[in-house]
Every structure is written in C-alpha cells, then in structure tokens.
C-alpha cells in the first residue's frame, strides 16, 4: 500500500511558534509563479514557507536524501489534496497503481484547477534526486515554490528566470529590517538607542537566527550593547547561538575544512593567497571554494574575496588559543599590506598586539575609511589606541572627526581641541558649518586665515568659508567659489533658483541611497529634494523623498540626518494639506533631536508647528519665538527669513493683521538677501494682504521671469489660498490690476482647466450629483431651496443633455400638455429660480447658459459626478474605479431623456465591468468575481456576466456558485420569455464537467 511508505509528517510543515508575520515576503514568494528561497541554515526560509503554507491552498512537501520513489512523492501530494477535500481522484489511481504519468497529469490538472501551490522545502537534494522527472513537469505548470540552502542549478528555472516566471529570495531580503529588529526588541521589552540598535544590525548582519538569540540574551541581561562594540577582539553571551553554529556548521565538515575554517576566522576578508601565506595553507583556495559551496556562511563578492559572518568568526575564532590567534594575525598583516589591503591588516594588527603600526596605519588612512562611513571600524580602532595618542596627536582630530559624525558635538570640540592647532580650528570650525552655526565658526576660520597652510589644507579652508559664507546666507562669495562646494543644491537654492537646486539635489541623491558613506546633515540631496518639491507643490514627491531620507538615515545611524528627515516630512504633509500628521512628524523630529547637542536641529520643527498653529489657531508665537531664538544667535539670515515666511502664511489663514506684522520682519529680513523666490513670498502676501497695482506689477514680473507660477497653480509650503475660487478670484485682480500680464495670467488660467482667465467669478464651485437623489453643493453647503420645484427638472434635464438643449425642446419636455402661452411663461418662472439657485447675482451667466440653446458651461468650478463617470467608462480605468461607481442616476424625475440616459450609463457600466473581469480573471479571480457580481446586480439576465462569474467559480474550484449562477441567469432570462444562448449553456456544462474529473 503506497500510503505506508510515505513519512506524513514530511508533508506537513513542521510546527513552529513565534513566526513573525512578513508580509512582503508572502508578496514576494507570490508575486511569480515559480520562486526559489535560497539562504543557508538560520536564515528562516522554513518559517516564511510556513507563513505562506498557512496563507493560501498549499501543499507541502519536505525532501531528505533518501527520496528514491517519485510515487512516493506524488504520494504525499495526494495525502496533502486529502486534507483539503480534494484527492480523491489521485487517491483512486494510486490505488489502482496507474502509470506515473497519468498520476502527474492528473496532479497537474487538480493543482491548476484549484489554484494551488506546492511548496518544497531542503529542495537543494533536488538536482541529483530521482524525484527530478516529476518535478521538472510540476516546474514547467505549476506554482512551486522551492526552499533550499544551496544555488539549484536545473534547466526548469533557467528557462523560467529568462521568462520572468521565476523570482528568487536570497539571504539580503530573509534578512531582519530595521523595522523587524525594532518590533522583536518591543516584544521583549528591550529598550535601545538608534546606534545601539544598528550596532546589534551590524553584528547580526540580520541574520534571522542570531537576531533571535541576541533579543533572548540583551532582555536577561547576558549581553549588553556595549559587549557587541568590540566583538572582533572578544566574544559575547550568545552561547545557544554558538551552540546552533557548531551542530550546523561544523560538525557536517570534515577535520581538515573544520581546522580550515577556524584558523581563517580570524580575518574578516578571505583570498586564496592571504590564507596561503597567514594559514601556511596551500590547499586554501580548494578549501575555500568548498566551504562557499557547502551552504555554510561563507559568501564570495564580486572582487572574488570570501566572507564569514561576524558571529561565525567570533565563535570559531573563541576555539583558538590567544597565542595562534596572535601568530595567525601577525602573518595576515603581513600579507595584507603586501597588498596594499590596509583596512584588514589594521584589524589584524590590532588583534597581533602591533598597536604602533595600527596607529601608523590609522594615522594615514583614517579619514578616507571614515568618508566611506566606516565609522565603526574607525572608532573602534581608536579606543584600542588610546595609549598611542601620545605620540599620534593627530589620533585626537580623527577621534573628533568620529565624534563629529555620531552628532555627539561637544565631545567632537573636546577631542579637537587636543590636536595639532590648525586642523584642531578647521575642525571645531566643522561642527559649526555641520550644524549651520556660521556666527560661531567665523572666528575660527579667521585665526585659520592667518596660519601656514599646505595644498590640502587650503583646498578645505577655501571650501569652508565658502560653505559657511552660504550659511550665513550670502550667495555672491559662495557662487565665485562654487567648484570648492561639494554640490551647487544648497547655493541654486539660497539663490532661488529651485529647478536648478532640484536637479543638483536629485543627482546627489543617486550617488547617496544605500552606499556605504557618512551622512552629510543638513546636504542630504534627499532632504534637499524633499524641500525642494515642497516649494514647488510636487506634494507626493516631497513626501517621498522625506520618507525615503528617514529611512536613509536611520540606516546611517544619524540622529541629525533622522531629525531633519521628519521635519522635511512635516514640511511635505502641510504642502498635502495633512496637517495633523504634519504635526506629528514635527513631534518626532524634536523627539529626535533631543539625542544630540544641536539648536539648528529645532529650527525646522519649530517653525512648521509655528505654522500649524497659526493656521488653525490663529496662535504660534511660542513655537516661533523658540526658533527665532536660535537662529540669532546661530546668524543663518537665510533660514531667519524663511522661518518667518512659513510663520506669515500660516497666520494669513486665520490673522491678517498678525500675519501683516510678521511679514513685515521677514521682508527686512529678505531684504538682506539675495533671493528672488523670498522675495516672491514676501510680495504675493503682502498683495493679497493689501493689493494694488504697483505690488501686482512687481510681483507678476517676479513670477514670469524666474518661472514661480507654480505659488498661483497648485498647493504647496506657501499656498495662500483656501480653496480654488480664492485663487482665481485673485488671478481675476491681478489680472484687473497689471493688464500688461494678461497674457501671462491667461495662461496661468488655462493651466487650470479655464479656456481662459474670466471676468468674474461667483466665489464658490458648484458641484451636481444625479447619479443617486439629485443634489446640489456651493462649496460644501448643500442647497435645500429651489424657488419652483420644475428647477430640479429642468436641471436634471441640462445634466443628461450636455451639449445644451433648444428652449422650444426644453418648454415641450416640462409642460407637454400645457398650451403654449402659459408653458412659455412657466418655463420662464423656472429658468429665472434655477439661475438664482445656481449663481449668485452677480455672477450671472457663469454656470448656466440662457440663450437659445440651454446649457450647464463646463467650468473647472463645475463639477458634475454623471460627467465625471462617463469620464471614467470613456477612459482605460482600473477595476477599482469602475467598482466605485453609483449603479443608477436619480428615478425621481419622470423625464424620457433622463430614462434614456439611466439606461446608457448602466449598459455601459455593465459592459466596462464585464471587460474588467475578463482583464483579470486568471491573476486576480476574486476581483473578477466582485466585478461580475456588480454588473449582475446591474442587469440579472446578463449572459455576459454570468459567463464571467461561472469561469470564476470554476477557477476557484466553487461547483456550488457555478450551479448558482446558471440558475439564477436561467431564471432572469425565462422571466423575459428567453432562454440561455448556446454559448452560455455549452460553457455551464463544460465548466460542470471540468469540476467533476
């Protein structure tokens, strides 16, 4: 009996607890039809196979070297379809021991039918099992996905990857987030600083099993952050994980790989030649091709050098003794320099005892590893080598340079202050220009002026005064000295030249996003960018570019960067108009800031709570003052200018004449400056505060030339208006005021959906909903009174009949059995009573057209919801938008157009859903379904639909709602004296047969 041979619990996966839910990786796993999570022991692939095992109609199957029988295979599928009440098909023929390929066909067929996936896991026996023919035809159909430790190698998958049915999972995305390692040290109720938490990141290099048992040890207290700083040199209490790696990774290694492996663990970079000569190993390169084979942690880059995990090495390396440990390190240096390899003979030295020339070594290339944000290995090197400051003062400057980075600012001025005179000035001056403090380093780069410099020190003094000349908030010094900024964002911005400053900020960016490097503050080309966009009204944009640098920061582990991120991100809310969420993010970066020493820090979050407050409170003087506070004394006029801009326009929304005093300090402020775009600020306020044709003149000149037109077209950081009709309203005076710019301003206006700028405006949108009750909003007022209830008739009647209706049709659709003086006159009362309703008085004309031809004139303030639906069916919308659509127009006018129109809008609709369906039926059945069961409820007797809905009954494997569906089609379609077409009943019975077998 096929059933005895077959191991059950290998077709069950393994019972796991405390699986954390990772839904990308569900995503992932289903996003193609073929997928492959490859990673070595530890990395969790088993637990994720569980999550999607649980997730959808899967089964499950888990192979050992011993998988001889593909009927034992197929076997165990059929124990798995048992389970989900549909093997008894496969069941019988292995009964009947039928011939294994009519058993894979008939696997085949069930798991397509039923949309089911096969997931395999330790598939790495595959390539040399017996079980490859099956498998290779369940490759070639099915959705499979395989979980193996080692790269699978077979022609299915190659032919899948050129396809792109195949996706892959490896090690990098298995790997714990940030994000998870947070929520596992939440769990357990462990509490650390960002950089503690990176540094736990960086140990475990989330490796999923290491995180695991390091979250076990920091909550009882076996291991602290402070035990993982020097982990190169000395263990930690992770003796379960240790555990783990002995059982996994040695013991299936024979003596001589295991020797091999300990001995190299004490370097953290592996090359067949360094281990030839530290190890006194000629068969290293074999060893290390075998090791990388074998699925165990040892990975190889793109330069050919092999790597162990961290962990890995620090317990290997445990079962040394001190003085092989020493003698090994000592020769590895040695090969290492001969290679120029400085960064690893560093460590070895230092774990030689060599401290003189780690410190000689430290000396001459500390700064570039530092730049290449290698601030760990830095400044643990620099704690090893405190007895050789000494004689190294320059150690004390690279150890300010450490310090400055980590934003542990009045540490970094102490450590300088130890070294050489003039890098100690350049370097205290350095914080200054870091936390935009240009007042404070002025003095400093003054005493530098007058000491001798060489080549390189003149090249970073003429960068830094140039830098902190810009801070100040200068433009023309900085701009003749612009090669010596690292890039022109920051000055095209001071300059107001924001396109410019977008362009400069987004290339930077692209050299920033997930290298290795030091964050730069305040120059970050994604905070810049999000800045940026939020000037300019590109809200989605300037709220990506914020999120993006949050998360850019935090993997930086800079609490200046983080801080400033979330107050760009505030800035990007405002410009959205998600002012509470604004005021979130603006909590979050002075919670932020708190971790470090840094006033500028506050300035940003200061000012957009200023503005919230003022907006919705009429109040901020507190939150202003706070930040006005710091930038007298920090002497950046630049941001002293912008702050009160951002104050002044949240005012102008609730104050006029609070926002008119605080305008007046930011325009002396502007003044000082040489930006055009505060300048625009300052003058489109003011106008709007108190217009006049001078002021419109200035300010329109300004717009054009610099191309500002985006502060009149969409919302932003400064939107000035309340809603639309403020707008153009105030285009309409401008206009009034400058003719010279009519041109200008018409375009502005057509840009806004206008056939061009008009001559008046009623001050409010109209909007007109006929699909449901008609109503009617000015703004977002409902009106209620209608004068002569023929006004809903005749309005209703103007909606459906958009290119306007002659009044002889209109008087003969109201009144057709009145005699025609008297409709004439009715018609007259109700035309007068719609047009109260609809305009004010003097706007008259502006919505509702009264000559010959009645019609409603399309306007960006006329917003009809029919309109905009048959906008929508005209268009290639999505399923979604289609599904948010009414099902009806109004049936509460008795009017024949009107009927007419229900009955195109919900054959249309119907027909849309339909095509809809049939777009996603075989990725998406559910929505498929949802989409016909909507154009049913549209038209019962739809054979359209019921087709759909039947193939999506049969794709999901649900006979019952594919009998249901044909009834109920049946039954709508005898009521109206018809009977299903032969399509439809040739379809029902072939889909009923299909479910059968």
């Not at 026996?125 to 499979?144: A, C, F, I």
């Not at 002026?449 to 908030?473: D, I, S």
């Not at 930011?666 to 300048?679: E, I, K, N, Y």
Request: proline share 5%; charged share 25%; net charge negative.
């Amino acid at each position: 009996m096929w059933r005895e041979d077959i191991p059950e619990h290998r077709t069950r996966p393994p019972q796991l607890r405390g699986v954390m839910d990772r839904p990308h990786l569900l995503q992932d796993m289903q996003a193609t039809r073929l997928c492959v999570v490859q990673a070595p022991a530890g990395y969790g692939k088993t637990s994720v196979l569980y999550r999607l095992y649980h997730a959808q109609k899967c089964l499950w199957y888990t192979m050992d070297t011993d998988d001889l029988q593909p009927v034992h295979l197929i076997g165990a599928f059929a124990l798995g379809l048992e389970r989900l009440g549909l093997g008894d098909r496969l069941t019988h023929l292995l009964d009947e021991q039928a011939p294994i390929s009519k058993l894979v066909d008939t696997l085949i067929g069930t798991l397509i039918q039923h949309g089911i996936t096969l997931i395999i896991d330790e598939a790495q026996h595959l390539p040399e099992s017996p079980l490859h023919g099956v498998m290779r035809k369940l490759l070639e159909q099915n959705r499979v996905v395989l979980g193996t430790r080692r790269p699978i190698h077979l022609p299915e998958l190659v032919k899948a990857r050129a396809s792109g049915e195949l996706g892959v999972i490896s090690s990098n995305e298995l790997s714990f987030s940030a994000a998870e390692f947070m929520t596992m040290l939440q769990q357990a109720q462990v509490q650390l600083s960002p950089a503690e938490v990176q540094l736990c990141l960086n140990v475990t290099e989330g490796w999923p099993i290491a995180t695991r048992y390091l979250v076990q040890a920091l909550s009882s207290g076996r291991v602290t952050p402070r035990t993982l700083e020097d982990l190169e040199l000395r263990g930690a209490g992770l003796g379960e994980l240790f555990a783990y790696v002995a059982q996994e990774v040695l013991e299936p290694l024979d003596p001589g790989l295991q020797s091999f492996l300990r001995r190299s663990s004490v370097f953290e970079v592996l090359t067949p030649e360094i281990m030839e000569e530290a190890l006194e190993e000629p068969l290293s390169r074999t060893h290390l091709e075998t090791l990388a084979r074998s699925g165990t942690f040892l990975s190889r880059d793109a330069s050919g050098a092999y790597h162990a995990h961290p962990l890995l090495r620090t317990h290997l390396r445990s079962t040394l003794s001190e003085e092989e440990q020493q003698q090994i390190a000592a020769r590895g240096a040695l090969a290492y320099e001969k290679r120029s390899r400085f960064r690893n003979a560093l460590n070895a030295h230092l774990l030689s005892g060599n401290l003189e020339r780690a410190a000689e070594l430290l000396c001459e290339h500390g700064s570039r590893w530092l730049m290449e944000g290698r601030a760990r290995l830095v400044g643990r090197a620099l704690n090893l080598l405190s007895e050789r400051f000494g004689a190294h003062p320059e150690l004390h400057i690279l150890q300010g340079d450490v310090l400055r980075h980590a934003c542990r600012y009045p540490e970094a001025i102490a450590a300088y202050r130890q070294g050489p005179e003039l890098e100690a000035l350049l370097g205290e001056a350095q914080v200054y220009l870091d936390t935009v403090s240009p007042l404070h380093a002025v003095p400093l780069l003054e005493k530098v002026a007058h000491l001798p410099r060489n080549e390189a020190q003149e090249a970073r003094f003429l960068t830094m005064q140039a830098e902190n000349a810009l801070n100040e908030g200068e433009v023309e010094r900085p701009r003749r000295h612009i090669r010596h900024l690292t890039s022109p964002a920051r000055l095209h911005l001071r300059s107001g030249q924001l396109r410019e400053a977008l362009h400069a900020a987004t290339h930077a960016s692209r050299d920033e996003k997930g290298l290795p490097r030091l964050a730069s503050g305040h120059r970050e080309g994604l905070l810049l960018s999000s800045l940026l966009h939020a000037f300019l009204g590109q809200t989605e944009e300037a709220e990506q570019c914020a999120r993006e640098g949050i998360r850019e920061s935090e993997r930086l582990v800079s609490p200046f960067s983080l801080a400033l991120a979330h107050a760009r991100l505030g800035h990007a809310l405002i410009s959205a108009g998600k002012f509470e969420e604004a005021r979130t993010a603006y909590l979050n970066s002075l919670e932020q800031g708190q971790v470090t020493v840094a006033p500028r820090l506050r300035i940003e979050a200061q000012m957009g709570l200023a503005h919230l407050d003022a907006r919705l409170y009429g109040r901020g003087e507190e939150h202003a003052e706070k930040a006005r506070a710091v930038l007298q004394d920090s002497g950046d006029r630049w941001m002293y200018a912008l702050m009160h801009l951002i104050y002044a326009y949240g005012l102008h929304h609730a104050s006029t004449q609070k926002s008119r005093q605080v305008l007046s300090e930011a325009a002396g402020a502007v003044r000082s400056l040489h930006d055009p775009f505060l300048q625009c600020l300052c003058d489109l306020l003011e106008y709007l505060q108190t217009p006049g044709p001078e002021l419109a003149h200035r300010l329109l000149h300004n717009m054009e030339s610099h191309d500002y037109s985006f502060l009149l077209l969409r919302p932003s950081l400064f939107y000035p208006f309340e809603n639309s009709s403020e707008r153009i309203q105030a285009l309409i005076l401008l206009k009034a005021h400058s003719p010279e710019h009519s041109l200008y301003l018409d375009h502005l206006a057509e840009q806004l959906g206008y056939s061009g700028l008009p001559d008046r405006h009623p001050g409010y949108t109209l909007r007109i909903e006929l699909l449901g009750p008609l109503k009617v909003f000015r703004d977002q007022n409902p009106i209620e009174d209608w004068g002569r209830a023929r006004a809903r008739d005749l309005l209703a009647l103007l909606v459906v009949s958009p290119e306007g209706i002659t009044r002889d049709v209109a008087i003969e659709t109201l009144y057709p059995e009145e005699a025609p003086e008297i409709a004439e006159r009715n018609f007259r009362i109700v035309l007068h009573a719609l047009g109260q309703t609809l305009e004010s008085e003097d706007a008259k004309g502006y919505f509702l057209e009264r000559s010959d031809v009645l019609k409603l004139k399309p306007s960006p303030d006329l917003k009809v919801d029919l309109w905009e639906a048959f906008r929508v069916l005209d268009s290639s919308c999505s399923p979604e938008a289609l599904l948010n659509l009414p099902l009806n127009l109004s049936t509460q006018f008795d009017l024949a157009a009107l009927e007419d129109q229900r009955v195109l809008y919900r054959t249309r609709l119907e027909r849309a859903l339909v095509q809809a369906g049939e777009q996603v039926l075989h990725q998406n059945p559910i929505q498929a379904t949802t989409l016909a069961e909507r154009a049913l409820m549209l038209e019962k007797a739809s054979e359209d639909a019921t087709r759909l809905l039947m193939r999506c009954a049969h794709l999901q494997g649900q006979m019952d709602v594919l009998h249901r569906s044909y009834q109920r089609c049946e039954q709508a379609l005898e009521d109206l004296g018809l009977r299903p077409s032969s399509q439809t009943r040739n379809l029902y019975v072939e889909l009923n047969r299909a479910l059968l077998h």
